[in-house]
């Protein structure tokens, strides 16, 4: 057996005790809040529709969308529903296999790719109820084949197909994210560069006996571009911070979760706001979602786009590079990593 660096939250799960490093020490968690009204834009509206209203409509649900919590459920996306369900099944069945074969993915100390579950920075640091398997997939030079599960037998052929499809329905997002703010098409996507990245995150959330006061993911806002998340088709989890107060994100089971991150953010100089969000236990039922993240190049520098700075809305935040970086050493300890990125001192001008 390889020798991991750390216990599972499944092997934890099966014991009916809680470690003390998991458990939040800041008031009960809420995990029935209200239910957040997030819009569906139909994708296939905008990209065959010329200036039509039906488009113009749905541009505006995501632009709102954005603007109120920061997210939008994709629907008619062209992926089939039916491969959908292939690719929750090879999430499924990779984290259902015996302990010594899901090691042989183990991620090291040092890196967070490959299978496992916090890397852990300091000794106050409160954990995450779950384990994960963490992919690089683009470009492709930056692959580390070694973590790509060889079971189940489907599982590198149905990933396969499901990057492709993110790559496409990305670039079809982050257009339509330009558009709705009447900038040019390829303004967004253009900052990504030609080597821009894309990272995957398998989660799975064992069922936890104190939900209220254990978290799957703590709260945090996305250090991507964009977000695209495959939700459980059946088990809530996900909660968004809104107006101070949490509210749950619906499952939309055949429509994929968008979510801008601080990097468009900054691009749209603060006009869309990277959603505060974490992820809430139940004693139940276990969760599994597949998280995909849109970063730019990490040598490519971003900024806000030149048209959305003017008097009324000076510019916000500096141009930066390799925001990954900036985000990795914020997000463990608690921290929003794009304060490091705001011109505080317009803010008041």
């Not at 529709?49 to 996306?77: D, T, Y």
């Amino acid at each position: 057996m390889v020798e991991t660096v750390f216990k599972s939250v499944q092997e934890l799960a099966n014991s009916n005790q809680i470690p003390e490093k998991y458990i939040h020490n800041q008031g009960s968690i809420n995990t029935f809040p209200p239910l957040l009204d997030v819009p569906d834009v139909d994708l296939s509206l905008i990209i065959s529709s010329s200036h039509s209203p039906a488009r113009e409509q749905e541009l505006n649900k995501l632009q709102s969308g954005l603007r109120s919590c920061g997210c939008f459920q994709v629907i008619n996306h062209g992926i089939a529903d039916s491969f959908l369900d292939r690719v929750r099944d090879i999430s499924k069945q990779f984290f259902a296999l015996p302990t010594e074969e899901k090691l042989k993915y183990a991620r090291t100390v040092d890196d967070i790719e490959g299978y496992g579950n916090d890397s852990v920075l300091s000794e106050n640091q409160t954990l995450d109820w779950t384990d994960r398997l963490y992919l690089n997939v683009m470009p492709k030079d930056i692959r580390k084949l070694q973590f790509w599960p060889e079971k189940p037998e489907c599982f590198r052929e149905v990933f396969e197909e499901y990057i492709k499809n993110m790559k496409l329905l990305s670039e079809s997002l982050l257009k339509a994210i330009a558009t709705s703010l009447n900038l040019e098409e390829n303004c967004f996507l253009d900052q990504c560069g030609e080597r821009g990245m894309m990272v995957a995150r398998f989660n799975f959330y064992p069922p936890c006996p104190r939900p209220d006061v254990v978290l799957g993911v703590k709260p945090h806002a996305d250090g991507s571009a964009i977000t695209l998340l495959l939700q459980d088709k059946e088990v809530e989890g996900l909660q968004v911070l809104k107006d101070d107060q949490w509210f749950r994100v619906p499952v939309v089971p055949y429509g994929i979760l968008i979510n801008v991150g601080d990097q468009v953010e900054i691009m749209s100089n603060g006009i869309f706001k990277s959603p505060v969000h974490r992820v809430v236990t139940n004693t139940e039922r276990e969760r599994n979602t597949l998280a995909v993240f849109i970063m730019p190049d990490v040598d490519v520098e971003i900024g806000p786009v030149e048209k959305l700075i003017n008097e009324e809305r000076p510019r916000l935040y500096k141009n930066i590079k390799n925001f990954v970086e900036l985000f990795f050493q914020n997000y463990q300890r608690g921290r929003r990593p794009i304060e490091a990125a705001m011109i505080c001192q317009e803010l008041d001008s």
